[in-house]
C-alpha cells in the first residue's frame, strides 16, 4: 500500500478555484487508481472523483461534474484535483485514496481504498 501525502486546499470565495495533489510515495509500481473523498461537518465522507491510472479514465460525483477536473502525472505518481466555480456547498476536508481493491461501481464508496491521504482543508465562502 501507498503512502498518500497530500497538499493544496485553503480558502477561496465562491466562484473562485483550488487544486489539491495526491503523491503516492513508497512503491515501485503506479496506482491502479485515485480517488478524491470529501466530508464536511457532522456528514458521512462522500466521493467526488477518481482517475484510472492507466488510461485516465475519470469519474465524477454530479455534484461536482463540469466544476472539477481529476489528472494525474504518471512520472511523480501524483494525481491532482483542479476544483473551479467553487461552491459553499464544496467545502470541507478532502482526502486522497488509491489502492482500491477492486473497480467498478464500488468505487463510489470509501470500503474498496485501501490507501488514504491525511486530508487537507478546503473552504469556500459565499
Known amino acids: 500500500q501507498a503512502h498518500l501525502v497530500e497538499s493544496g486546499g485553503g480558502s477561496a470565495q465562491a466562484g473562485g478555484s483550488l487544486s489539491l495533489s495526491c503523491t503516492a510515495s513508497g512503491r515501485t509500481d503506479s496506482p491502479y487508481g485515485m480517488a478524491w473523498f470529501r466530508q464536511a461537518p457532522e456528514k458521512e465522507r462522500e466521493f467526488a472523483a477518481a482517475?484510472?491510472?492507466?488510461?485516465?479514465?475519470?469519474f465524477y460525483a454530479e455534484s461536482v461534474k463540469g466544476r472539477f477536473t481529476a489528472f494525474r502525472d504518471k512520472a511523480t505518481n501524483t494525481g491532482y484535483l483542479q476544483m473551479n466555480s467553487l461552491e459553499p456547498e464544496d467545502a470541507g476536508l478532502y482526502y486522497c485514496a488509491s489502492d482500491p481493491k477492486s473497480w467498478g461501481r464500488e468505487i463510489l464508496a470509501t470500503t474498496p481504498w485501501q490507501s488514504w491521504g491525511q486530508g487537507t482543508q478546503v473552504n469556500v465562502s459565499p
Open positions: 482517475i484510472k491510472w492507466s488510461e485516465g479514465t475519470t
